[in-house]
């Protein structure tokens, strides 16, 4: 593994599949009745969110801490933040009070490439969202919950996702989840399908690896996956499409549309939902839909990058995979 995790096009497919591998080992420890291990014990994350968020931080926050680790959390609002201070200044007193682990959320695109290559700080700087650039332990989780559901929990192990059928739609324009998912899921060996609205499909996607599709019906039926992507109404300074009854019809999963999908397709959505328009309540809380697991995975991705980045000569799990050790 390298230092930090900046964004899904650093990760090779062995990187990929190690994390995810790792993943499933630390998945089946929620199963058992004290859910943590010794690994990071004495080690320093901390949560630096400039963003509002709820369910990446407290996700992180549960990942560092079922590996022992301390856990400091940072939100702007209210710290010398909202007095003017400079992110330098900031990640200085993270290193004074020595963070092994910086994991940041901005909303500019480039800080966390900023802070791991600045020199303000030594530790290992996540990615946990930047601007509207990339989300890698979002894609992580993602490619993670595919695989389980696609090619099963034990099965899956070393597997990539070769010859599976993703599509992403919605507001990709403004979707750090979907640049992230596009490079990951590509490099995993799957054939990624993006469908939106032309106004929410970014300039000089044709340099991206994947198709782009402006007809959900008609890429329904060949889709082993389909992720739905909030639209982001914060980020919206003008009038992408002309209502969202509008873009519900043409660009929303409802029960008609999840019916065209094979049988073993999975709905997927990063989440927060805004149920009625980029997905209605019976495709949201039906079977075929992952978002609840997609919660419960993030947690033991996120203990796995943590673990890759910070671990020491302990193994993750009462035996390691000797890859996990070769590749830190």
């Known amino acids: 593994m390298k230092r930090h995790l ?27 009745p004290i859910k943590k291990l010794p690994t990071l014990r004495g080690r320093t994350v901390v949560n630096l969110f400039f963003e509002d968020s709820t369910r990446t931080r407290i996700s992180f926050e549960a990942a560092a801490k079922r590996l022992s680790a301390d856990v400091i959390n940072f939100s702007a609002k209210g710290s010398s933040v909202s007095k003017g201070e400079s992110l330098k200044d900031t990640a200085l007193t993270l290193e004074a009070m020595g963070a092994d682990a910086v994991v ?27 601007g509207t650039h990339e989300h890698p332990t979002q894609a992580l989780l993602d490619a993670f919950t595919v695989r389980r559901r696609l090619v099963g929990r034990d099965a899956g192990i070393g597997q990539d996702l070769s010859g599976r059928r993703i599509t992403i739609v919605g507001d990709v324009l403004h979707s750090r989840v979907a640049r992230s998912n596009v490079h990951l899921l590509t490099t995993l060996g799957a054939e990624v399908t993006l469908v939106a609205p032309p106004t929410l499909v970014p300039v000089g996607v044709e340099s991206w690896p994947c198709e782009v599709s402006y007809d959900l019906d008609a890429v329904l039926p060949k889709s082993d996956a389909v992720m739905m992507l909030r639209v982001q109404r914060e980020r919206m300074n003008a009038a992408f499409f002309p209502t969202e009854r509008e873009y519900a019809r043409r660009y929303g999963l409802d029960g008609d549309r999840m019916a065209k999908m094979p049988e073993h397709a999975v709905v997927m959505h990063p989440g927060p939902m805004n149920r009625g328009m980029e997905i209605t309540a019976e495709v949201a809380d039906s079977d075929r ?27 993750a799990v009462t035996t390691t995979n000797a890859r996990t050790e070769e590749n830190k």
Do not use: F, K
């Not at 480039?110 to 700080?121: T, V």
């Open 289 to 315: 839909c992952t978002a609840v697991e997609q919660v419960a995975n993030g947690v033991s991705t996120r203990m796995a990058v943590l673990y890759l980045l910070l671990g020491g000569s302990e193994p």
């Open 104 to 130: 940041i959320r901005h909303h500019a695109s480039g800080a966390p490439y900023r802070l791991a290559n600045s020199g303000w700080i030594d530790g290992a700087v996540v990615n946990a969202g930047d």
């Open 6 to 32: 900046i964004s899904a096009a650093d990760l090779t497919r062995d990187d990929a599949v190690l994390i995810l591998d790792t993943a499933e080992e630390m998945a089946r420890v929620a199963d058992r």
